[in-house]
């Protein structure tokens, strides 16, 4: 028996699972500093930040149920802990520091699950 088996073509890494919500998370939070700093006035169209925030988590949850079905658990896990500042953040005003820290707490999540899965070489 050999040493390296090749895994089921189901439990192969899937970083471009990650890639999506990341990038969308890193839009997300340009969005919101942007807007807190003064550079972008979405004003007249609140919704950008709320769908880009929606769309983050959904894709997040989504990546995450896809990772755990591609044998990737612990980069599943990683994302699934970005659940907890998604939450917080619907408490927290906009209006304050607090928000933007309490949406960074999620970044650490994010660069967990594309180290776990990334490609090793061989």
């Known amino acids: 028996m050999p040493l390296l088996q090749r895994r089921p073509a189901r439990c192969r890494p899937r970083a471009w699972a990650v890639l999506l919500?990341?990038?969308?998370?890193?839009?997300?939070c340009t969005v919101g500093a942007s807007v807190r700093t003064g550079l972008l006035d979405t004003s007249r169209a609140r919704w950008v930040h709320h769908a880009l925030f929606v769309a983050t988590a959904s894709a997040t949850g989504l990546a995450a149920l896809r990772?755990?079905?591609?044998?990737?658990?612990?980069?599943?896990?990683?994302?699934?802990t970005?659940?907890?500042?998604?939450?917080?953040?619907?408490?927290?005003?906009?209006?304050?520091?607090?928000?933007?820290?309490?949406?960074?707490?999620?970044?650490?999540?994010?660069?967990?699950?594309?180290?776990?899965?990334?490609?090793?070489?061989?």
């Open 82 to 122: 970005t659940a907890v500042p998604f939450a917080a953040l619907t408490r927290v005003s906009t209006r304050t520091d607090r928000h933007a820290l309490v949406a960074l707490t999620a970044a650490p999540a994010y660069a967990a699950a594309l180290a776990l899965t990334a490609r090793r070489p061989a």
């Open 21 to 28: 919500p990341t990038a969308l998370y890193a839009v997300t």
């Open 67 to 80: 990772l755990a079905a591609s044998c990737r658990v612990p980069a599943a896990l990683a994302l699934a």
